[in-house]
C-alpha cells in the first residue's frame, strides 16, 4: 500500500471543532487495557479537547491526508502543566492521530516537523509526558525513559505517564 501524501500546516484557532473530533476520536483508544477503566473515564474529558492556547501558539501543526485532518501536535517551550520555561528545552504537546489514519506515518511526520522546528529555534532538549500506550512510539524516535509521573487531567484526576526526552542537533 502506498504511503498517504501528508501535508503539516500551522494549527490555527478556527481549527478548534476539528481538531477537538479528531482528539476525542484518537484517546478514545486509549481504552486498551493501559488504564484503570476509571481513570480513563474521569480524565477523557480534560484530555479529549483541543487546547485555544496551543491552536494560537504557531508551533501547533495539522497533518492532512487527502485535505482532511489527519492528526495533529505541536510543541512549546512551556512546560505543561506548570508552564516553567528552561533555557534550551521544549515539551510535546497534545499529539493525536485519527484512528482512520493510523499506521500511514501521520504522527511520525508530525513529530520529526516538531523537532526540525524546534532545533532551527535553538532547543537542545525535547520532553514527552507520553501516554503509556504512545512510550513505544517515542521511544522508536529516539526518546528515553526518564521514569513514571502522574499528570494531573482535570481537578484531582491523575493519569500514570512517562517522562521522556531526547537531545536535539
Not at 484557532?13 to 481504552?31: C, E, K, N, Q
Not at 482512520?100 to 526540525?116: D, M, P, Y
Not at 481537578?155 to 500514570?160: A, C, D, F, N, S
Amino acid at each position: 500500500m502506498p504511503r498517504a501524501e501528508i501535508t503539516i500546516r500551522v494549527a490555527t484557532p478556527d481549527d478548534l471543532d476539528t481538531l477537538g473530533r479528531l482528539i476525542a476520536a484518537s484517546y478514545a483508544g486509549l481504552d486498551d487495557g493501559s488504564y484503570e477503566p476509571e481513570r480513563i473515564a474521569a480524565a477523557m474529558p480534560a484530555m479529549s479537547k483541543a487546547n485555544p492556547v496551543l491552536l494560537a501558539s504557531g508551533t501547533y501543526f495539522v497533518a492532512e491526508v487527502d485535505g482532511e485532518a489527519a492528526g495533529c501536535g505541536g510543541w512549546t517551550r512551556e512546560k505543561p502543566g506548570n508552564g516553567e520555561i528552561v533555557d534550551g528545552v521544549a515539551h510535546i504537546r497534545h499529539f493525536a492521530t485519527h484512528p482512520a489514519h493510523l499506521r500511514k506515518g501521520v504522527a511520525q511526520a508530525l513529530l520529526q516537523h516538531c523537532l526540525r522546528e524546534a532545533a532551527s529555534a535553538g532547543i537542545k532538549t525535547m520532553k514527552s509526558q507520553s501516554t503509556l500506550p504512545a512510550e513505544p512510539f517515542y521511544a522508536a524516535a529516539g526518546f528515553r525513559r526518564i521514569g513514571p509521573i502522574e499528570v494531573e487531567m482535570g481537578t484531582g484526576v491523575m493519569l500514570p505517564a512517562v517522562e521522556m526526552e531526547r537531545a536535539l542537533p
